[in-house]
């Protein structure tokens, strides 16, 4: 396998390294943003969504959203469809969570990674539990970047 695929995450709502749209922020409306995949490598048994943002004024910054189950040749994120699961956000539900970073503390960084495994994850960890656990599974990541501030 190359060192780097073609495995691709975007998202029609959220441009790359440009600020996210108020209407998915918490406080202005907490919208699900649409998420699009693309080429995922051979052998992928299913892709995970995880949307951190590290700058959080948290010890492991706070998680957004957490996915599993999502087919490997899926080239659209649907919540509905059948193996995919929701996993816990830094709030501990099992849901979308919107940017919503303190006042005035500057720009964050929301990154969205699609991880392609080569292997089920099993149940619906956490962030960590995921990356803790599933580390050796991951054939191939990619990423896109929103940001997002409060006055």
Same mark, same amino acid.
Request: proline share 9%.
């Given at each position: 396998?190359?060192?780097?695929?073609?495995?691709?995450?975007?998202? +029609?709502?959220?441009?790359?390294?440009?600020?996210?749209?108020?209407?998915?922020s918490?406080?202005?409306g907490?919208?699900?943003?649409?998420?699009? #995949? +693309? !080429? +995922?490598?051979?052998?992928?048994?299913?892709?995970?969504?995880?949307? /951190?943002?590290?700058?959080?004024?948290?010890?492991n910054?706070?998680?957004h959203?957490?996915?599993? !189950?999502?087919?490997?040749?899926?080239?659209?994120?649907?919540?509905?469809?059948?193996?995919?699961?929701? !996993?816990?956000?830094?709030?501990?539900?099992?849901?979308?969570?919107?940017?919503?970073?303190?006042?005035g /503390?500057?720009?964050h /960084?929301? %990154?969205?990674?699609?991880?392609?495994?080569t292997?089920?994850?099993?149940?619906?960890?956490s962030?960590?539990? #995921?990356?803790?656990? %599933?580390?050796?599974?991951? +054939?191939?990541?990619?990423? #896109?970047?929103?940001?997002?501030?409060?006055?």
């Amino acid at each position: 396998m190359p060192l780097f695929a073609d495995l691709a995450i975007s998202s +029609a709502d959220i441009q790359n390294l440009e600020r996210i749209p108020e209407n998915f922020s918490a406080d202005g409306g907490n919208d699900t943003p649409a998420v699009a #995949f +693309a !080429g +995922a490598p051979d052998g992928t048994v299913e892709l995970a969504l995880i949307v /951190h943002d590290p700058d959080a004024p948290l010890p492991n910054g706070f998680t957004h959203w957490v996915v599993y !189950g999502i087919a490997p040749d899926a080239t659209t994120l649907d919540l509905e469809a059948d193996g995919v699961r929701v !996993g816990p956000n830094t709030l501990g539900e099992q849901s979308w969570f919107g940017p919503q970073p303190p006042a005035g /503390h500057g720009e964050h /960084h929301y %990154y969205f990674w699609v991880f392609a495994l080569t292997t089920t994850v099993e149940g619906e960890p956490s962030r960590e539990g #995921f990356l803790t656990t %599933y580390a050796g599974n991951i +054939a191939e990541q990619a990423r #896109f970047v929103g940001t997002f501030s409060r006055p």
